[in-house]
């Protein structure tokens, strides 16, 4: 297994992850964009401590093209009038969605100690982020 391939999967799940935290967190109450950005905050140590597990020196500030595209269809609806502050928390839920998803399929492989922990440990974070995200979703 190459463990800098997949770190690096890790940290782009998290990129975009943090991207659409903090690009949704403007177009919902003061409140909820609070928690939105805290989570993307927590995103940005996320990536910054696979970096250092992984010893991955890219500084890359974006995520993928994919997630540029769903943050450019968002704010086209938003533009139109057809967005709410129900449909960003519900984009950021699927968001975490797909970031739990690749930890989950990362905590499949054969990890170094030190690794696997730093991984667990964000993996139990990320799904812990559902119960918040339900909190300010209704």
Known sequence: MNTSKEIAKLIDA???DERMLEHESRFVSPERAR???V???ERGRFIDELRGVG???DTREHGSWREL???LSRDLRVALGLGNGGDAIAACRRSCKRTEARFERALDLPWPT???AVIEG???RIHATRDELSAVEF
């Open 14 to 16: 998290c990129l975009d």
């Open 35 to 37: 928690v939105l950005r």
């Open 39 to 41: 989570l993307a905050a």
């Open 55 to 57: 010893g991955i020196r």
């Open 69 to 71: 595209g769903r943050e």
């Open 114 to 116: 030190p690794s696997r």
């Open 122 to 124: 964000q993996h139990a």
